[in-house]
């Protein structure tokens, strides 16, 4: 528990995350292979990478939901790895996770009160309830729908808005655009900007990287579990070997 | 080519379910009909007798429905068939015993309010003992299969059957043990037996507070969350180990207050009794698996199916037919709705 000051980087803005050397095994598969990086207050952080790279185990590692073998996972000041997942939503961190998992014989309206579990400021949540319908409208008109019977960017802005009902400090955004159509696309995406203008801190996982990189400061190229080029994000986007394996340009 | 043959074959082809599901109707309503032809002649010829067997079928149907709930409460939430759970239940019996019994000597010649809250007592305490040994079970044997291969958990709930069974041998022989008649068995002028009546009333306050606490409450809520999908719930914040715990604690508790009903019904157990729990299985598949109110339904029917089978006088099959009835019909339940009858391919479960 007590915090051993971390080492700051630099004089930098105070970093909320910082994941050192993490690996996480699915049995013998090692699908996080000693992975660091950091998610400094404010920003907006996008990992991209193919599929299969190990962009999703990360953030279900710093959720809690499996736990890395070694490696450290600092949020906030406080070592987290060996957290349980009920903890870390408690500390900050909220997840919209790959393919939504949405409740699915839940009302659109039930779904955003589970995001609020561990809150009981009834008027808050009601504020919140209704702060996620002012960013999607359309989740206002279908807000007693069952969520299984959502079209898919309908599920998306769910999912998104249940996570923003913890009040996180944190959020952990998995592949927002996946499934989506591209006006649908850029829709989210510019909410998701909003969001973090409100003051949510984005770790954002994407294998659209274009899109990605376009609203990220900074981003993380992920290959088989590793980080193989990390840099701000317009460098990245303008990076020769980015723009050949992520961008489909030549 | 191909699209012709297929055009000319279609209405063919489309007519044919609509034939075997006409006939699935037709067989269905001639099978019902021959049924309520039965209980109707039934009660033509002794409407007394049969108001009495309705409502031991009642009381049967109340106590396999706070057991069937048990099966279905866990299975709704973690997809466990827990075979346990019949002796919990045994349990609830013996703690009754032990309670009303032994310690407090209730034999029917005690006035109305010792009965009462001596009753009451036994209740309790057969409520917590089962709500405490049910989630210890969990806790120690099913939490750490949690990620094994399904049958793991599945034959440990079998050897702890065996265990809590053995145990109750132990403990209170290998024998019939019991209480007297504890409540009496008539109303005023009725020829109703009262005591059946009063499990019926003491369930139905029971199955309401389950409602509630499904339906209101921040556990029940963390409950539906963990049956629908368990990771998103705790992405949520949910305590998944403590909901599991809740669970089986409620399934518990629930077994122990039909424990103590069964032996004022009944008067008499045994370290077997755990056995009636398959009964109550069936029950909970009857009516649909994970879902609450099928099991109180599926409880019902086989509740009244027993009675009416064992009471009845014109017709009736009897006692060493009950069984082979229940599971006949529950074999062509799971043929022709493998969901059972509340349970949707998609069931509200929980
Ligand atoms: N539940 C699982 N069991 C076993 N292997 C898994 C599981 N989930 C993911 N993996 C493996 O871990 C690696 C990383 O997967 P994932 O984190 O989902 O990648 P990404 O999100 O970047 O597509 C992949 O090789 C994948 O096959
Ligand atoms: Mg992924």
Known sequence: MSAEAPPAPTANPPALLELDKVRTFYGRIEAVKGLSITVNEGEIVTLIGANGAGKSTTLRSIQGLTKPKAGTIRFAGKEIQNAPPHQIVQMGIAHSPEGRRLFPRMSVRENLEMGAFNRSDREGIEQDTEHVYSLFPRLSERRGQ?????????????SIGRALMSRPKLLLL?????????????????IIQEINREGTTILLVEQNALIALGIASRGYVLETGRVTLSDRAEALA??????????GIS | MATDTHTARRPVLAVLPRVT??????????????LVFWLAVNFVQGPGQFGSVLLIGFTNGALYALIALGYTLVYGIIELINFAHGDVFMWGTMITVSIAGTRLGLDGSQSGIVTFFGVLAAMVGAMVFCGILNPTIERVALRRLRNAPRLAPLITTLGISYILSN???FFYGPNYTGVGAILPSNILFLDWPAKSL????????????LTYVVRRTRQGKAMRAVAQDMDAARMMGVDVDRTISFTFALAGILAGAGGTLYVLEITTTRYDLGQIGLLAFTAAVLGGIGNLTGATLGALIIGLIQAFNEGLSWHAPGEQWTTSIVFSILILILVFRPQGLLGQPEADRA
């Open chain 2, 21 to 34: 599901g006409l006939l699935n109707r037709a067989v269905t309503i001639a099978l019902l009909a021959l």
């Open chain 2, 198 to 209: 009063i499990v019926i009333l003491a369930t139905i306050p029971l199955l309401l507070a």
């Open chain 2, 167 to 169: 145990a109750a041998q």
């Open chain 1, 174 to 190: 998995d592949e927002p655009s996946m499934g989506l159509a591209p006006i649908l696309v850029d829709k989210i995406f510019e």
């Open chain 1, 238 to 247: 303008t990076n020769d070997e980015v723009r050949k394996a992520y961008l």
């Open chain 1, 146 to 158: 069952q969520a299984g019977t959502l079209s898919g960017g309908e599920q998306q802005m769910c």
